[in-house]
């Protein structure tokens, strides 16, 4: 018989300290000072009720922002290579580039029931590729992962007036950063998977998904710069053409699987408003210090005013510098905060910025 229990506010954050994913990964708040937030659940011995924290979060990721373009490019207007990090996107880059436009492809794949018994499960996500994309040439491939109260829609980038779409097609036509994929994945793994009814304890197993399935997927469908081979293939031989970052919940999936586990996929991170089960400082410190591998940039942007995240996300990236001589500020790693919330306003900006930081 499954036992439901009811956890207040402070309790539910006690049992975040401890809890254990069924991935057998623990689920470790970033910090104790914000209660509010713990966005965990139970799936073994009891089933718990929402925790306080996680019904804002996702509040804050479905409210309306205006996310269409500012109006069309202009037909034939210069290139200009003028982008640079900014606390704004400038007009131009989030115009309808009608010129020379990308495409978007919904692909399904399949995958395993990670969090469950392994079964197979068919997996969505949706794929960028660039104006001009040539399959006699190699791409760099971005893996863009949402939130807690979304899926691979959240981040919108699913027809042409795509706002990550609009900002890639506009830095590619100015010349201020080199063609590249963008992948948005489900990042539950599971068989339920759905942005409403899951479990968010699946967030945690994406980690097998993404070396198993995903990326494999990617790789053999798509022109990369990975040998691909059905027999098996050396991911780590290109680990320097990945990217992962991510919104919320994706932040702490860039830390805590895309460091935590996958330095071996991956050499840049971007990292938007850090879920507060994100690990600390102290702890993907010492992962990237016990690693062989190097990275070659951590990008971070929370806003001022994040209620949500900007506590767990400074505990979990902010002072990293002094932990580990792998990362310098100014050099592969930079702190941003900036005026807003936890909403896309802060998110498109950490896109757009993040762009420019890749695979440079």
């Given amino acids: 018989m499954i036992k439901t229990t009811k956890i207040t506010k402070a309790c539910a954050f006690i049992l975040a300290l401890t809890l254990v994913s069924a991935c057998g990964d623990r689920l470790t708040p970033a910090t104790i000072d914000e209660p509010v937030s713990t966005e965990t659940s139970v799936s073994e011995e009891a089933s718990v009720e929402t925790p306080d924290g996680i019904k804002e979060a996702i509040e804050a990721e479905t409210s309306s922002v205006d996310d269409a373009p500012v109006g069309e490019a202009e037909e034939g207007a210069e290139r200009v290579a003028d982008a640079e990090i900014s606390e704004i996107i400038p007009g131009k880059y989030i115009k309808l580039q009608l010129k020379e436009s990308g ?5 399904t794949y399949t995958s395993k029931d990670y969090f469950g018994d392994e079964s197979d499960v068919e997996k ?19 893996y863009l992962m949402h939130g807690i109260g979304g899926d691979e829609e959240e981040w919108g980038m699913t027809g042409s007036s795509s706002r990550v779409k609009c900002i890639m097609d ?5 010349g201020d950063i080199e063609p590249f994929i963008v992948v948005t994945p489900n990042g539950r793994s599971a068989k339920n998977h759905a942005k409403n009814g899951s479990d968010f304890n699946s967030f945690y197993c994406f980690g097998k998904e993404l070396r198993n399935d995903l990326i494999p997927y990617i790789e053999s469908h798509y022109s990369t710069y990975a040998e691909f081979d059905e027999a098996g293939y050396d991911l780590t031989a290109t680990r320097n053409h990945r990217a992962m970052a991510g919104l919320s919940m994706g932040g702490m999936q860039t830390i805590n699987i895309g460091i935590g586990e996958s330095l071996d996929l991956f050499s840049y991170f971007g990292a938007f408003s850090a879920a507060p089960t994100s690990n600390t400082a102290p702890i993907t410190a010492k992962t990237i210090n016990d690693s062989d591998y190097t990275i070659d940039y951590f990008y971070n942007i929370c806003g001022k005013s994040d209620g949500t995240a900007l506590s767990s996300h400074t505990a979990a990236a902010k002072s990293i510098c002094s932990l580990t001589d792998k990362l310098t500020d100014g050099e592969n790693f930079m702190w941003q905060e900036v005026k807003g919330a936890h909403d896309f306003n802060v998110w498109y900006l950490g896109f757009y910025n993040f762009a420019q930081i890749a695979f440079k």
Avoid: F, M, R
């Avoid at 495409?103 to 692909?107: G, L, N, R, V």
């Avoid at 969505?124 to 971005?142: F, R």
């Fill in 103 to 107: 495409t978007i492809e919904k692909i």
């Fill in 170 to 174: 506009n830095l590619i036509y100015n």
């Fill in 124 to 142: 969505e996500a949706y794929v960028y590729l660039p104006y001009g994309y040539d399959e006699s040439k190699q791409y760099n491939v971005l």
